[in-house]
């Protein structure tokens, strides 16, 4: 044995006999150590394994589509009810919103119209989204994004027919 617990310095021919007597490879794990470090293994299965973990990795992230609505700060109730609506829908289907209220012209010396407005858009979506950060603004745009709101699980509702079944 060698010197932290199965590990030993032994010449690269030396090493390269070892792994051609087992049917395995010899990988380098670091070159930049002196002596190199160098490992005895099936290399083929090590990467199949790798790329197995990442696969299961990638299965359980959540991705999320940004949708994005914009509004103005002038915007009629009807119209801030229908965005609203497809917003709520959005945030129902799993995907983050970003409301951009956009300035133009003069607008921009009214910010609290358009302050108002986001926190009413807020107050709306509360039920379906949570903000991810606070409201900003960027140039002469105002922008909030929303995270869908943790579901909690329906119960489902016995019918009559799945009663009579279980008695």
Known sequence: MGLDG???VVPIMEALRRA???GYDLVEINA???PPICKIMDYGKYKFQQEKKAKEAAKKQKV???KEI???PHIEKHDLDFKMRSATEFLEEGDKVKVVLMFKGREIQHI???DALMHRVIERLAD???PERNVMMEGRSMIAVFMPAKKTPKKKKETPDAQTQNQ
Do not use: D, P
């Open 112 to 114: 609290e119209i358009g």
């Open 64 to 66: 999320f589509k940004i």
């Open 6 to 8: 199965g590990a030993e």
């Open 128 to 130: 379906y989204g949570v």
């Open 32 to 34: 930049v150590s002196r």
């Open 70 to 72: 914009q509004l103005r």
């Open 20 to 22: 051609q007597e087992s």
